[in-house]
């Protein structure tokens, strides 16, 4: 005989959803608005994105050795400015051409080096947008709308998944604002990046991922999802690269006669497909690239090249030690004049990146260590195994999962690093927005583990809601 949800469960469920719609459409409207208002351009290769979109609109592609198009010194000179570089050159004047760039690859974009699948799919969007709204007095605009639509949708998916894992109104709200529960996650919705889509990519990879793991089914479903954010961009596919530790750890603990908790029946042709999803891709398009390019690697990237085998090392080896978890404070989008209670409703967001990365983080450490874990009912006594010895309690899959999270976080930094200076001759640091893809999985597999004390996702919800309506009231 199954009992009716009390008045007080169905008020906390419906709170739950209201908190959630209510999220999201401020975020929606909020990033809309952003994304229209000509705000100068962002220093994180807005310029080289922006160019890429432009030219996908007039039906070419950039390549390594390709200039930046005039559309794009346009709008920087006639609209929206620089956010970090001043350029003394004047609208539609002999200095706004693109060879008079003051940007360190001087005339030449560095956009040839992102797949077309975000920009492909950019212009889709421009054309539905303009055929219902009209064309945007400048172009740059409806594409930055388009990175506040697949942001939000990133959230909303990441609530969908959520839900369909079995967490509460409280897990689903924590879900959907927790990976982008910073100004440095929320500022890709306002800009032409790739980026906006790395929640979304992260949540389609995370919630297939989970899901196969809790059940063994759906492993077509994981290697879709995979293909899909592979094809987008190399970082918005990190969670695969993590399920294929978690693939790895777990044939080795088969290997030594380890059991799991779930029906989950890991096997190396699933190691195979995983690895062949996340490198063809690199691969294939890399060498599409060098057949296109007019131009080496040491040429374009000269500011950027590698001073030495052992400064490649050092770089590395810091890499290992550096946190790259995606959530820090940026107030790039921060209004100069807030008034009172909107300084007020800041301060409160101001901390909060910091205290998501503590809870985020902490549970992770806590879950891949044993400390965190899903209350277990009472076991029989121990039996015999075939080899007389006590059979061992098997191995927890979530704990796994979190283990994995933790080895992908820690691994991939160094080896990008490395692969950068050996594929490209470039030395620079990986920063922390390579992680945002990331970010889904982390977050669900913290709030799976402790669905047993109910107010862990309570107040990680408390927190995401706090950070991103601080955001969005001192954005608008």
């Not at 807005?46 to 030219?55: G, L």
């Not at 550096?322 to 008034?339: K, N, T």
């Not at 059979?391 to 690093?417: I, K, M, N, T």
Request: glycine share 10%; proline share 7%; aromatic share 10%.
């Amino acid at each position: 005989m199954t009992r009716e949800p009390s008045l007080r469960s169905r008020a906390a469920s419906w709170f739950g959803v209201g908190v959630l719609v209510a999220g999201l459409l401020l975020t929606l409207v909020t990033t809309w608005r952003l994304a229209g208002e000509g705000k100068p351009l962002s220093p994180v290769d807005e310029i080289a994105h922006a160019d890429t979109a432009f030219k996908v609109h007039r039906g070419t592609y950039p390549y390594r050795g390709a200039d930046v198009g005039q559309p794009l010194v346009d709008t920087w000179t006639c609209y929206s400015g620089h956010q970090t570089i001043a350029w003394q050159a004047t609208c539609g004047s002999a200095k706004a051409v693109p060879r008079r760039l003051p940007q360190p690859t001087g005339s030449r974009t560095t956009g040839y080096i992102h797949y077309p699948t975000y920009f492909v799919a950019g212009e889709g969007f421009r054309r539905a947008h303009d055929a219902v709204a009209g064309e945007a007095g400048w172009e740059i605009d409806t594409y930055r709308r388009f990175a506040a639509v697949v942001a939000v949708l990133g959230m909303a998916l990441c609530a969908y998944v959520a839900r369909r894992l079995g967490l509460g109104p409280a897990g689903q709200v924590a879900a959907a604002f927790i990976p982008v529960a910073a100004p440095s996650v929320l500022v890709y919705s306002t800009m032409v990046n790739p980026m906006s889509a790395a929640v979304v990519c992260g949540a389609l990879v995370a919630g297939a991922g989970l899901r196969w793991l809790l059940t063994g089914r759906g492993f077509g479903w994981v290697a879709a999802a995979t293909a899909v954010s592979a094809a987008v961009a190399v970082t918005a596919s990190l969670p695969a690269g993590v399920l294929l530790v978690a693939v790895l750890l777990g044939l080795v603990l088969r290997l030594r006669g380890r059991r799991l908790n779930t029906p989950w029946d890991p096997r190396w042709w699933h190691a195979a497909v995983l690895a062949g999803l996340l490198v063809v891709p690199i691969l294939a398009f890399g060498a599409v690239i060098d057949a296109r390019a007019t131009i080496d690697d040491a040429t374009l990237y000269a500011p950027y090249a590698r001073a030495g085998w052992d400064q490649v090392a050092l770089g590395v080896w810091a890499e290992i030690f550096a946190s790259h978890l995606p959530w820090v404070e940026d107030g790039s989008l921060v209004r100069p004049e807030l008034g009172t209670v909107r300084t007020y409703v800041r301060a409160a967001g101001i901390g909060m990146p910091l205290l998501v990365t503590a809870m985020v983080a902490g549970g992770l450490i806590a879950a891949a260590t044993g400390v965190l874990r899903r209350l277990d009912p009472p076991r029989p006594p121990a039996v015999a195994g075939p080899d007389g010895k006590p059979d061992r309690e098997p191995v927890r899959v979530l704990q796994l999962a979190a283990v994995s999270a933790l080895l992908g976080l820690l691994a991939y930094p160094p080896l990008l690093r490395l692969l950068n200076a050996i594929n490209v001759g470039i030395d620079y640091p990986v920063v922390s927005r390579y992680s945002i893809s990331l970010a889904p999985f982390f977050v669900l597999v913290v709030l799976l583990l402790a669905r047993d004390h109910p107010w862990f996702a309570r107040v990680l919800a408390s927190v995401g809601t706090v950070a991103v309506v601080a955001w969005c009231v001192s954005a608008w």
